[in-house]
């Protein structure tokens, strides 16, 4: 089992920049394949990034992709989102998530994964 719990959310201007971090308890962090997520008000959770274990592979939704970078240190059993260029609509509630999968493969699909943090809001002013 595995503890996850996301930082570095906050108040931003259009343009500004975040780095969410997700860190994760346990000794076990390089055996989960890493995902964020996030959930705006009226509107149902989204996949915004994906890591596999290794961090080799990655995947970015389109709506982020060319300004979100998601990146896992398993040293320090953590992951990041590094946000740029935020834009009103990125405003939501990020999310981490981990699940053992398989193989060394990103999983975009919210099903898949068992083990969810609590979530850090991002709010994005024009």
């Known amino acids: 089992q595995v503890q996850l719990v996301e930082s570095g959310g906050g108040l931003v201007q259009a343009g500004g920049s975040l780095r969410l971090s997700c860190a994760a308890s346990?000794?076990?962090?390089?055996?989960?394949?890493m995902g964020w997520f996030r959930q705006a008000p009226g509107k149902e959770r989204e996949v915004v990034a994906a890591?596999?274990?290794?961090?080799?592979?990655?995947y970015c939704a389109d709506s982020v992709k060319g300004r979100f970078t998601i990146s896992r240190d398993n040293a320090k059993n953590t992951m990041y989102l590094q946000m740029n260029s935020l834009k009103p609509e990125d405003t939501a509630v990020y999310y981490c998530?981990?699940?053992?999968?398989?193989?060394?493969?990103?999983?975009?699909?919210?099903?898949?994964?068992?083990?969810w943090g609590q979530g850090t809001q991002v709010t994005v002013s024009s």
């Open positions: 998530a981990a699940t053992l999968g398989y193989s060394d493969n990103y999983y975009s699909q919210e099903y898949t994964y068992d083990y």
């Open positions: 346990g000794r076990t962090f390089s055996r989960y394949a």
């Open positions: 890591i596999s274990r290794s961090g080799g592979t990655t």
